[in-house]
């Protein structure tokens, strides 16, 4: 009895579940042959919540928020993307399978799109989110120009706060 | 009067004349121009020989081809894609032939998007003569590339799932064990709601595939459904998703739903059989609705729940906003009826708010500085620095 106190942690463990905070930075770099033709950086932040449901199963959903210009008025247009996945309970791996309504999986066949993201548990504690992909692509133009599109994306997140 | 008659009759040899070497002249034009047309086939041999229906194969397999019969765009594109386009022709042609050869033909090439594409090809066109063959033949090379492997097995999968969906799902099925790669699972999914959403319907209802798969298939089924037929699909929801994926199925006819009738949705989300997935059928409905009209959505939480609801959209509510419009998200923090949340969510926001841009937030806290319980502000170090200011 005594030894099974001593053993006992001090904290209850860090649920998966909560709000969670992150940004994607997405690193774009056109080529034609050896020479960068474009590079540039973009970031979008989101939300999003990793709840059990109703079965107890872990769930994500979330946002992020893009910015673009329409091309006739100048305006910066704001829309919400909806992510939609499933995370594995034991190893915290976020499965996304819809961005902003598109499969993921139609990208990974014609963009070479990938994206890994997993909650990070170190002692117990939820310390973040993290996350990697990358994206690629070739598109030849009227005159024969083939231009080689690449782009990497890093997920960064932390938990905020528990679920209500 | 019979020099006018002798004229007409001269002006009539001569019209006639005229007629004949110009009907001849215009079928020896065009024999030429049927000979141009011949020549230009062979120097241009996917403009000819690839008839649309072929086109649209290869559009099927999921590649940005050329339209089927936009000739402009054809006989527009440059030399080298259509050299490539040629030697997907070829490439195609040895796959009907030989598969194991136009697959290692497609490894010797360079990485990349056209050798992506080249390996669509392939397996689009052995899902056609031998999708099982084929299957056989990726689940033993899994070591390729994950690229290749994702194209290969999407391919196949939908190519397959025309001809023999429940093969493709239980192959797909077995793949995604093995591989982890859920990519073919839900293309043949789709792509047999697509043709048949009853039979896959009611296959998706009677078999299980394991915990992910069943979560897909149920979500994707529900998803393609919801379009073809809304109300079928909420039927379906109802009477056939197994009860562990009842909340996710509801979860797709709400994103579904509320893009197009925000009315209706909240109306499903409302429904007393819905009400144990309510937290979650909310967080759907006001992420679709708030990107369309974010006011009808607020007057609907002010006017039509609960108050424990209430708490749980206006928790999501803050979550949306905070980011962009963090003064909006506090106002939604602060009408929380539930003092502890109140306080945490509202310390969340201006704590976040403060790291991102503090003037703003500051000048925030000083136009509404009785509003806010000064716990929150002792929280986030606001009145501490207030008070050593000079």
Known sequence: ?164 | MGLTHFRSRLLLIVAALFLAIAFLAYHKLGEKTEGLSEKHRSENPLTYTLSPKTAVGLDAAGQKGALPGDKTRLSGKSHKRAEQDTHLAELLKLASQSPSDAIAEVLNMAPGSLQRRAMAIVFDQWAKQDPAAAGTWILQNKTMPQQLLTTASIALAKQWSTSAPENALQWSGSYFKQTDDHGAFQNTIISWTRQDPAAAGQHIAAYSYGETPDYLATMEFVNIYAQQNLEAAMQWVETNTPQDLQPDAQLAIIHRLARKDPARATEYVMRSDNLENIESNLDALLLQWTNTDINAATEWVNNSLSPEHRDQAYIQLAEITRDQEPAIAIQYAQALGDDNYRQTVTKDILSDWRDQNRGAADQWISENFNNIDTSILVDIGYSSEVSTEP
């Open chain 1, 1 to 164: 009895m005594v030894m099974a106190l001593a053993i006992t942690p001090k904290t209850q463990a860090d649920p998966l579940t909560g709000f969670y905070k992150l940004s994607v930075t997405t690193e774009f770099e056109d080529k034609i042959g050896d020479d960068i033709i474009y590079q540039d950086l973009d970031g979008e932040y989101g939300s999003g919540r990793v709840f059990e449901n109703s079965n107890g199963k872990l769930r994500f959903s979330g946002f992020l928020t893009s910015y673009d210009d329409d091309e006739v008025t100048g305006d910066v247009i704001k829309e919400r993307i909806a992510l939609v996945g499933i995370v594995n309970p034991t190893t915290g791996k976020v499965r996304l399978i819809k961005i902003g309504g598109e499969l993921v999986s139609d990208w990974a066949a014609e963009e070479n799109f990938t994206l890994n993201i997993r909650i990070i548990k170190r002692v117990d504690v939820v310390v973040g989110l993290n996350g990697n992909g990358s994206a690629s692509w070739s598109e030849t133009d009227e005159g024969g120009v083939t231009t080689d599109f690449s782009d990497t994306l890093r997920v960064v997140g932390y938990k905020t706060r528990e679920l209500p």
